[in-house]
Each structure stands twice: as C-alpha cells, then as structure tokens.
C-alpha cells in the first residue's frame, strides 16, 4: 500500500505532466479515502485521517490539545473531527503520535481549476510570504504564478490596507470613553472563531471586519465574477475560514506554502530565475499585518492620520499562540489589561508562524519588518491605491468603510 504522501506526490506529478487519468488508470495499490481527499478535497474536512488511531481511549493526545472541543472518539472509539467546530488550528497534527493525521491539500483540483479556462484565475498571495520562497522579489514571485498558470497575483496587503483603514475608522467611532475597548485581529481566523466559539460575550467589542483575505476574494469577484480565487498563506486555518458558510463566496479554494513549494518542484520552476514583475501597491501598515503586533501598530498610525487630536489615544496590547490569547482573554473579561485595543494571533509570532510556513517564525517577522519598510506609503490613507481601489468598488469615501461596505463587513 502506497503512503499518503507517496500517492500526493505521484498524483500531483501526474496532474502536472497532464497523464492524470494514465495514472489512474495503473494504479493497484492506493487507499480510496486518500485519493478521495486528494481529488476532491472540498468534500472533506480540512483535517484528513491518513490511518486509524492508535491510541487507546483517554490517551489521544489530539483530543485533549484542540481548543475547540472538535475532536472526539466514536463508539467504536475512532477519533471523529466534528467540522462546524474544526478551526484549522493544526495543534491535532502536530500532536498525533502515529502522524496519521494531515492538512487538506487542494492543489491537484487548483491545477484543474486553473486549466478549465472557465475564467481568469488569481493568485492573493498572503503579506507572510516574503522570504518563504528563497529570497525571491514580490515581482518574481508573480512571474513564477504566472508560469503555473495563473492569469496574476495580487498581494493581500493592499486589502490589509483597507481593513487597517476600517478599523481605524471604527475604533474612532467606538472608542468614546476610557471604559470602551476594541478586539481585533480580522486576519487571525483562530482567534476570531476563539471568540465566536468560546467567549462569545465580547463579540460587541469586535469590529464588523473580513480578513484581508475574504476581502480579496470578494474585490476580485465584484469586478470579475467568474474569476477563480486561490488564497496562498502559511495557514491551515484559513482552508477552515474559506468554508465557512457567510464568507464562502470569496475565496475558491486556499493553497500553503508548502503546496506552492511542491508545484515549483514538480514543475521546475525556481522563482529566482523568473522575470521581474513589480508592482508596488500596499503601505507599510498593510504589509506588517503578518507578524504579532503589525496589526495594532498598522491600526494606531492609521488612527493618528486620521484624527491626530484624538481625546483617547490608541494603547495596544498583543498575544501569540492559543495558550496566550486564552491569558490575555480571561484578562480582559477580568478587567486586568489597561488597554483599549486588543489583538490576537493564534500562532506565535503572527501569521510567519503559522503551521505551513516555510520558515522559522523569527526570520518570516524579520522579512516582514524589512518589507513594511521599503513602502513608498506608511499607511493606507497615504496610499492612492487604496483610494483608487475603494472608487472601483463603489465607495466615494473612506468613511464608506464604515457605513456601507458590503464588501468588508462581516456579522458576527
């Protein structure tokens, strides 16, 4: 019997080589579900079983790490996912002695997508990709898509851009009093569904935002509706986001970092070596969202811009991973952290740590800083393309973010 990860390797080559069904047609040793979650992966959870669990009742280890109570023994004592809970934290993998578990890998129906022709397909890539890719320039990076098949790239921090712009707006709004406080990170899904899911009572405090990412997906489809839409990030979590039932509309399918690595290896495609493609369109605050603390720090530069006589100044506080944004929580229900403006990440060091990123967090943040800086604009009120952007897609004015931005809102 092949591994999983033989089958996905074979099967993607094969996809590539476009002899998919001569493969298929000669294999004699694979197991159904596998292949299944490999050709259709929507149809199943983002969390595949790649064995049966070996653990005897009371010793799984991914029961007892998942936050979010998603994961429990059937009668016959098999470990269940139950996906209206399922976040995609990727704690359950990363704790499975039997490595019988794995993300869902979406890359052999992208490739099929792509190549339908049914429509123009595009490429968001995630503000964390900086430097996952050998080094290579935003610029080459588009080219290497463009090889794979895609008709562009577009980088999602010009959409963080206009959430920072919400956020500010919102928290100008909101904030009136010492008393008042605002939750946020909209990028983070595992922290917001921490929220949803666990501590439902502070959902006032959390501004009617979309991640960048849903925001992308739907700015693309409001200006091409048949256009296909494939979100590339370091997160498994946003495979989770992407299904969830009042966002579903945006994003077509999600793809790691990994599974954009292993389409350049299969393909040969070294992004080094790639034709220069520059185009230079989020701020410094958009491009900073992906490391613990950008979000805040977009957000309050943003707020000075906008109202620098502010009675109450922005004073911003941060966690990382699970563990930590339960603490800073449980604080702020408590009344402990003297802050006015929250924010969360679910993986430590912000979204450069997250579980498929290629490199170690402490690099992804350091390439991140060092993008947000090389910005022609700090923030996105200073950045025309943001203003550019916002007419094309029917709003007259930033204020429009605010007051009637179908686009951008989301109700929790």
């Given at each position: 019997?092949?591994?999983?990860?033989?089958?996905?390797?074979?099967?993607?080559?094969?996809?590539?080589?476009?002899?998919?069904?001569?493969?298929?047609?000669?294999?004699?040793s694979y197991d159904a579900h596998q292949l299944d979650c490999l050709l259709h992966p929507r149809k199943h959870p983002?969390?595949?079983?790649?064995?049966?669990?070996?653990?005897?009742?009371?010793?799984?280890?991914?029961?007892?790490?998942?936050?979010?109570?998603?994961?429990?023994?059937?009668?016959?004592?098999?470990?269940?996912?139950?996906?209206?809970?399922?976040?995609?934290?990727?704690?359950?993998?990363?704790?499975?002695?039997?490595?019988?578990?794995?993300?869902?890998?979406?890359?052999?129906?992208?490739?099929?997508?792509?190549?339908?022709?049914?429509?123009?397909?595009?490429?968001?890539?995630?503000?964390?990709?900086?430097?996952?890719?050998?080094?290579?320039?935003?610029?080459?990076?588009?080219?290497?898509?463009?090889?794979?098949?895609?008709?562009?790239?577009?980088?999602?921090?010009?959409?963080?851009?206009?959430?920072?712009?919400?956020?500010?707006?919102?928290?100008?709004?909101?904030?009136?009093?010492?008393?008042?406080?605002?939750?946020?990170?909209?990028?983070?899904?595992?922290?917001?569904?921490?929220?949803?899911?666990?501590?439902?009572?502070?959902?006032?405090?959390?501004?009617?935002?979309?991640?960048?990412?849903?925001?992308?997906?739907?700015?693309?489809?409001?200006?091409?509706?048949?256009?296909?839409?494939?979100?590339?990030?370091?997160?498994?979590?946003?495979?989770?986001?992407?299904?969830?039932?009042?966002?579903?509309?945006?994003?077509?399918?999600?793809?790691?970092?990994?599974?954009?690595?292993?389409?350049?290896?299969?393909?040969?495609?070294?992004?080094?070596?790639?034709?220069?493609?520059?185009?230079?369109?989020?701020?410094?605050?958009?491009?900073?969202?992906?490391?613990?603390?950008?979000?805040?720090?977009?957000?309050?530069?943003?707020?000075?811009?906008?109202?620098?006589?502010?009675?109450?100044?922005?004073?911003?506080?941060?966690?990382?991973?699970?563990?930590?944004?339960?603490?800073?929580?449980?604080?702020?229900?408590?009344?402990?952290?003297?802050?006015?403006?929250?924010?969360?990440?679910?993986?430590?060091?912000?979204?450069?740590?997250?579980?498929?990123?290629?490199?170690?967090?402490?690099?992804?943040c350091l390439n991140v800083e060092e993008y947000g800086a090389d910005a022609t604009y700090s923030t996105p009120i200073?950045?025309?393309?943001?203003?550019?952007?916002?007419?094309?897609?029917?709003?007259?004015?930033?204020?429009?973010?605010?007051?009637?931005?179908?686009?951008?809102?989301?109700?929790?």
């Amino acid at each position: 019997m092949k591994t999983f990860d033989e089958l996905y390797h074979e099967l993607l080559a094969a996809t590539v080589k476009n002899t998919e069904e001569e493969y298929m047609e000669n294999l004699d040793s694979y197991d159904a579900h596998q292949l299944d979650c490999l050709l259709h992966p929507r149809k199943h959870p983002v969390v595949w079983h790649t064995g049966s669990c070996s653990c005897r009742d009371g010793e799984a280890l991914c029961v007892k790490v998942c936050p979010f109570h998603a994961r429990h023994p059937d009668m016959s004592g098999e470990i269940q996912i139950d996906e209206s809970l399922c976040s995609g934290c990727a704690y359950c993998i990363q704790e499975c002695r039997a490595n019988h578990l794995t993300g869902s890998r979406d890359v052999i129906e992208v490739l099929r997508s792509i190549r339908s022709g049914k429509g123009p397909s595009y490429a968001l890539i995630a503000p964390a990709f900086l430097g996952q890719f050998s080094g290579v320039t935003p610029g080459r990076l588009r080219s290497a898509f463009k090889r794979i098949g895609f008709d562009g790239m577009i980088e999602v921090a010009l959409f963080a851009d206009i959430l920072t712009l919400k956020e500010a707006l919102e928290f100008d709004a909101n904030i009136i009093t010492e008393r008042d406080y605002q939750l946020t990170s909209c990028c983070c899904p595992v922290w917001i569904n921490m929220i949803r899911k666990i501590y439902n009572e502070l959902i006032p405090h959390v501004p009617p935002a979309v991640s960048p990412m849903i925001a992308s997906g739907r700015a693309v489809k409001y200006m091409h509706p048949d256009a296909l839409t494939v979100f590339i990030g370091p997160c498994l979590a946003k495979k989770a986001e992407a299904r969830e039932k009042d966002v579903k509309d945006a994003i077509d399918y999600v793809l790691t970092f990994q599974e954009v690595s292993d389409i350049f290896g299969i393909m040969d495609i070294d992004p080094l070596r790639m034709e220069e493609s520059e185009k230079d369109h989020s701020s410094r605050a958009g491009r900073i969202y992906a490391s613990t603390g950008g979000v805040s720090e977009a957000v309050s530069m943003t707020l000075d811009r906008i109202n620098p006589d502010r009675r109450i100044k922005i004073r911003t506080k941060q966690a990382d991973g699970i563990p930590a944004c339960r603490e800073l929580i449980n604080d702020i229900i408590s009344g402990r952290v003297p802050a006015n403006f929250y924010e969360g990440m679910g993986c430590v060091g912000g979204c450069v740590g997250g579980p498929r990123a290629v490199l170690p967090h402490e690099e992804g943040c350091l390439n991140v800083e060092e993008y947000g800086a090389d910005a022609t604009y700090s923030t996105p009120i200073d950045n025309p393309y943001v203003i550019e952007l916002l007419h094309r897609l029917g709003l007259d004015t930033v204020e429009g973010l605010r007051d009637n931005s179908s686009i951008f809102t989301r109700s929790l």
